[in-house]
């Protein structure tokens, strides 16, 4: 079993920054593609970013391309997404995940973070 945890959540003025991250403990992730997921209120579950193994495949939804980053550290277990330029759009709970699959399948997907809320005020 993988267990992921994701902090770096809050509330941002528009035009500001956050930086998510999420620690992963147990299986290793060795191989494994990470990536974030966000749900607004009343919307369906939508895939924001996932990054390869080896960083060398990088997926972006086209409504955070230029703004959001995706990054990992194998070495600390660790996956980041940097949100610069943020928007009241981005609000959302979001979550990590992992899978032992191709990182651009968002059916891949099937370890889980708790979330952790973005709220962004216009």
Request: positive net charge; contains cysteine.
């Amino acid at each position: 079993q993988v267990q992921l945890v994701e902090s770096g959540g809050g509330l941002v003025q528009a035009g500001g920054s956050l930086r998510l991250s999420c620690a992963a403990s147990g299986r290793t992730l060795r191989s494994s593609a990470m990536g974030w997921f966000r749900q607004a209120p009343g919307k369906e579950r939508e895939f924001v970013a996932a990054v390869s193994w080896s960083g060398g495949i990088i997926y972006y939804v086209d409504s955070v391309k230029g703004r959001f980053t995706i990054s990992r550290d194998n070495a600390k277990n660790t996956v980041y997404l940097q949100m610069n330029s943020l928007k009241a759009e981005d609000t959302a709970v979001y979550y990590c995940a992992a899978s032992y699959r191709s990182a651009l399948d968002p059916q891949g997907y099937n370890y889980w973070g708790q979330g952790t809320q973005v709220t962004v005020s216009s």
